[in-house]
């Protein structure tokens, strides 16, 4: 695997754990079960942020 090709996965894999982090923490200061999101943020990144965005 080629350097960029591998600097762009670590990039998105940090991304996806730092969405998670803030969904997880916002969740958590609403009240809401933050597992759902958590899993859905991992796997999709943006995805989930805006799927959390539109249910809070």
Avoid at 19 to 26: A, E, H, K
Avoid at 27 to 45: F, H, Q
Wanted: proline share 4%; glycine share 8%.
């Amino acid at each position: 695997m080629t350097d960029r090709k591998t600097a762009f996965l670590v990039l998105t894999a940090v991304a996806h754990v730092v969405l998670t982090l803030w969904v997880r923490r916002d969740a958590r200061e609403r009240d809401v079960d933050p597992s759902p999101w958590d899993a859905l943020t991992l796997l999709t990144g943006v995805g989930g942020v805006l799927g959390y965005r539109r249910r809070r």
